[in-house]
């Protein structure tokens, strides 16, 4: 699978961003997908993860409450809405994919997927 990011920019605090991935190559439905991110300096972090059947999220502490992600199987998108954007969530946001998870895997985890896309930029002025 292919992963088009897009959707980030400069907004100031407390703004609001929605970022949208595109999937192509094979069944987008079949795939686990997150939102991953890497700010200057910083080493790659979680941020959020949708399941490929029942469609349960998971996000990581920072961004919970503020961050939404979700999936559109008919257009072979994962979106992640941001509100109350924070200057700490400057980062570079990327994409991934997985299609095989073994039973109890961390969705929270880099390493578990093979598939990513480009990045694209989100910086927050204070």
């Known amino acids: 699978v292919q992963l088009q990011a897009s959707g980030g920019g400069l907004v100031q605090a407390g703004d609001s961003l929605r970022l949208s991935c595109a999937a192509s190559?094979?069944?987008?439905?079949?795939?686990?997908m997150a939102w991953f991110r890497q700010a200057p300096g910083k080493e790659r972090e979680f941020v959020a993860a949708?399941?490929?059947?029942?469609?349960?999220?998971y996000y990581a502490d920072s961004v919970k409450g503020r961050f939404t992600i979700s999936r559109d199987n008919a257009k072979n998108t994962v979106y992640l809405q941001m509100n109350s954007l924070k200057p700490e969530d400057t980062a570079v946001y990327y994409c991934?994919?997985?299609?095989?998870?073994?039973?109890?895997?961390?969705?929270?985890?880099?390493?578990?997927?093979?598939?990513w896309g480009q990045g694209t930029q989100v910086t927050v002025s204070s």
């Open positions: 991934a994919a997985e299609e095989s998870l073994r039973y109890g895997a961390d969705l929270s985890l880099g390493d578990n997927y093979d598939y």
């Open positions: 949708v399941r490929r059947s029942n469609g349960r999220t």
């Open positions: 190559g094979r069944t987008f439905s079949t795939y686990y």
